[in-house]
């Protein structure tokens, strides 16, 4: 057990829908990012909060992705206007400190039709 | 920008033998962290073992082992006495301001 839940766990959308995920860390981590990650590749960087602030944000993430982190504990990302482009494993991770480690949670499954 | 490879998309291995994923890198970072993660099939990424640049001396955890070389960029991993339960895709990743990954090699355990 990572400490970090994600739900939901699986979500079926059609195109053109909203979706809303969210991470919930068990305990307080500074540091909370969001990866995608599609089949046969390794998970690429969204974007990462450093308490409730947004500090990055790739280039993957275009203007229908938004982030947020509102007091610094849970975090939610939201896809509008879905495309089948954006069918995915989306991973939120915990970390900071001295050591740098991120700890996953077990991702959510959009699948877009 | 940093990046990382995994030249081995696949590997095989006996139970109780030994294996060695291959990883390069690069990054213009002189200090940072290297991590191998783990991710079984529909299961959740799993951190294996995590080396800091600066130390020298290679990481050890229980069975798994790495081969850093800093001057080559080169940070393979060595699993010894393999088990069932090893099977999995194996993902190498450097630290900036998030995790950068590998492609990653899907490890098969034979009986």
């Known amino acids: 057990d990572t400490g970090v839940s994600q739900n939901p766990r699986h979500k079926i959308t059609k195109r053109g829908q909203n979706v809303t995920f969210r991470c919930d860390p068990i305990?307080?981590?500074?540091?909370l990012y969001w990866y995608r990650q599609t089949l046969g590749q390794g998970p690429e960087f969204l974007t990462y909060?450093?308490?409730?602030?947004?500090?990055?944000k790739s280039r993957l993430l275009s203007d229908r992705f938004s982030a947020e982190r509102p007091k610094g504990s849970f975090s939610t990302l939201e896809i509008q206007r879905t495309e089948q482009g954006d069918s995915a494993m989306y991973l939120c991770?915990?970390?900071?400190?001295?050591?740098?480690?991120?700890?996953f949670g077990p991702g959510t499954r959009l699948t877009v039709l | 920008a940093q990046t990382v490879t995994q030249s081995q998309p696949e590997m095989s291995v006996q139970e109780a033998e030994t294996v060695t994923l291959s990883c390069t890198y690069d990054?213009?970072?002189?200090?940072?962290?290297l991590f191998w993660y783990k991710q079984p099939p529909s299961r959740q990424m799993i951190l294996v073992i995590r080396q800091e640049a600066y130390k020298q001396q290679n990481a050890t955890e229980n069975r798994f082992s790495v081969n850093f070389q800093k001057a080559a960029k080169s940070f393979s991993l060595k699993i010894s006495d393999s088990q069932l339960g090893d099977a999995a895709m194996y993902f190498c990743a450097v630290d900036g301001y998030a995790l950068n990954f590998g492609k990653g090699t899907s490890l098969l355990v034979t009986p």
């Open positions: 991770a915990v970390g900071g400190g001295s050591t740098d480690t991120q700890y």
């Open positions: 990054t213009s970072e002189s200090d940072y962290y």
């Open positions: 305990s307080e981590h500074n540091r």
């Open positions: 909060f450093q308490n409730e602030a947004q500090l990055e």
